[in-house]
């Protein structure tokens, strides 16, 4: 089905076609429609044409008024103040228009005819080690940007760029290769498959165990560090013993990822690793072409705006003297590969703020070489840091990281609670399943519903209230709906345009018609936040609609069926908007 033109957009139209009646010259300028407190809509723009073309801006929009017919679409139009237009719709337009939406599996969500191929690097935890709070963001806004993108029609590949490569493997490998004994369950090879949990309590025992003897003892410390030199080389006892430690550490990974309720494929999962074959190609290319230059045997790239606290330049190391690469030609390596080989137009990061001078770099580095231009771009999407309810970065009480398994066991269990408290007919099995979906849901709504950019406090008794901004309240109002619908026994949801709205029928009926431009902002600025932003507010609107207008008990069949429409479609919009962003919808709490 084509999409559905929004309320606002008709209404534009109408307006732009007599502005450009009443003043030819002004063809094709924008009326600055916006959604407005004294009526529906206001147009704004016919003050700065007016002054632009030396006419009396009140004349004008009285002449503009003149030009526009109402009855179907508007209802009424009123010039106010110094020459803005006061527009509101018509109620019968406000339902055709939602029927339209209703009729379509996509809502009238347009395609985005313009889409390419969006490349999204995310959820990028770290082989050997335990995922804590501070991998808790870039799993969770990435997956959001990738439904996102895909629902508007762009072609989207997941990139999870694990760090799996480094001296640290030198140690672990050495280590495992003098005791091997220590490594003392089967993982994946028997009938016995470690569990994520145990996967991840081995790799924790060798490292700090390794890390002990290599802090300890000079000798082991030489042996690891040649043992890198064989890992680099491709020696196949160590590639094998190295490619040990990634498996396990996926079997790890994906047990947390699908407690985040996160799909993550193994395709998907391309590590440092996995650019090892591009990085000496990368250097040759930058250093022929002058972008990098050699400095005291490293290779660098340098920038005029970036400098030390001594003055001097601060470059982009993409080669160390010692002929070792770092993160620089491995990023690098990346963007070639996801450009040349990927057939990306866009390519987003979704990383910690604290790095955005390294990108800064590599996209510039990037731009300079050729591989990115004004067809190809890269963003990183920077987020801030998870604060404790003391506003400092999240720390246990002893000062470490916090685990995130044990935060989002911790966000189940209170959110069972929840539901426990509030379940009237649910069993022990389906408090647990809601409590999970409540919980998870809790945890990605809070982090979604505040701009990547800002910091935020993890508050937990916050996060699953069932009043204020949750994902808690989103979730009660859709299962409020589904209850509504199932006592609706033999009346059916149901347009009727012909029918009178009340003002919170109305104002739930043109949010509602405003999906679709909201999906479209969210994706072009990569703002998951707005997309909370609305379903928050339709929920609030439909709290009110709900607590204002009877549904079951309205007038006539008519307003009852009617009523029943706007209910369903809230409930479609409610549960496809929060999946985009990861979140459960339970059909009952």
């Known amino acids: 089905m084509a999409s559905v033109p929004s309320l606002a957009s008709s209404v534009n139209q109408r307006v732009a076609d007599a502005l450009a009646s009443a003043l030819p010259e002004a063809g094709g300028a924008d009326p600055l429609l916006r959604r407005s407190d004294r009526a529906d809509f206001q147009a704004n723009g016919i003050l700065a044409l007016a002054k632009k073309a030396k006419a009396n801006p009140r004349e004008l929009a009285t002449t503009v008024v003149g030009g526009i017919p109402t009855g179907d679409l508007i209802k009424e139009i009123e010039v106010s103040g110094p020459g803005f237009l006061n527009i509101t719709v018509a109620d019968g337009a406000i339902i055709s228009t939602l029927a339209a939406r209703a009729a379509d599996d996509r809502l009238g969500v347009p395609l985005n005819a313009s889409a390419g191929t969006t490349v999204i690097d995310y959820a990028q935890p770290n082989v050997a080690k335990e995922m804590h709070v501070g991998h808790l963001r870039s799993a969770v806004i990435g997956a959001a940007m990738v439904e996102i993108l895909e629902f508007t029609g762009e072609k989207v590949i997941r990139r999870h760029h694990i760090g799996d490569w480094g001296t640290q493997f030198g140690m672990l490998i050495q280590y495992l290769l003098e005791h091997p004994h220590e490594l003392d369950h089967r993982s994946g090879d028997g009938d016995e498959q470690a569990s994520g949990e145990e996967a991840m309590s081995n790799l924790n025992r060798l490292y700090k165990a390794s890390r002990a003897l290599f802090d300890s003892d000079e000798e082991f410390k030489t042996r690891a560090r040649a043992r890198v030199v064989d890992l680099q080389a491709g020696e196949p006892e160590t590639l094998a013993l190295w490619q040990r ?345």
Not at 505 to 531: M, Q, S, T, V
Not at 545 to 559: G, M
């Open 245 to 589: 430690f990634v498996d396990e550490s996926k079997i790890y990974f994906y047990s947390v990822f699908h407690k985040l309720d996160m799909d993550i494929r193994d395709p998907d999962v391309v590590g440092e690793s996995g650019y090892n074959d591009m990085l000496v190609e990368t250097c040759k290319l930058l250093e022929e072409s002058g972008v990098a230059v050699r400095s005291n045997g490293a290779l660098c790239v340098f920038f005029e705006d970036v400098k030390g606290p001594d003055g001097n330049p601060t470059p982009l190391i993409v080669q160390k003297s010692d002929g070792g690469f770092g993160y620089a030609a491995t990023d690098l390596s990346a963007i070639r590969d996801r450009v040349g080989n990927l057939g990306a137009t866009e390519l987003i990061y979704v990383v910690d703020a604290r790095q955005s001078l390294h990108f800064k770099m590599v996209f510039e580095t990037a731009r300079r070489a050729g591989w990115l231009n004004d067809d190809i771009k890269a963003v990183q999407l920077a987020f801030g840091t998870v604060l404790g309810k003391d506003g400092k970065p999240f720390k246990t009480r002893e000062g470490e990281t916090v685990r995130l398994v044990d935060l989002l066991d911790e966000a189940i269990d209170r959110a069972s609670a929840v539901v426990r408290e509030k379940a009237q007919d649910l069993t022990e099995a389906e408090i647990a399943e809601r409590g999970a979906q409540v919980g998870i849901g809790a945890v990605k709504y809070a982090d979604l519903s505040t701009s990547a950019a800002r910091d935020y406090k993890f508050d937990l008794d916050q996060m699953v209230s069932l009043n204020g901004d949750t994902s808690v309240y989103l979730q009660y109002a859709y299962a409020r709906i589904q209850s509504i619908l199932r006592k609706a026994g033999d009346a059916k949801p149901a347009a009727h345009p012909e029918v009178a709205l009340a003002p919170t029928e109305r104002a739930l009926g043109l949010h509602l018609d405003g999906f679709g431009e909201l999906i479209a902002e969210a994706a072009a600025e990569h703002a998951p936040h707005k997309l909370a932003a609305y379903l928050y507010q339709l929920a609030s609107l439909y709290t009110s609609f709900y607590s204002e207008c009877p549904v079951l008990k309205a007038d006539t069949a008519e307003q009852v069926e009617n009523r029943l429409f706007l209910c369903e479609l809230t409930a479609r919009t409610l549960s496809k908007g929060m999946s985009l962003l990861g979140i459960r919808t339970p059909e009952k709490l």
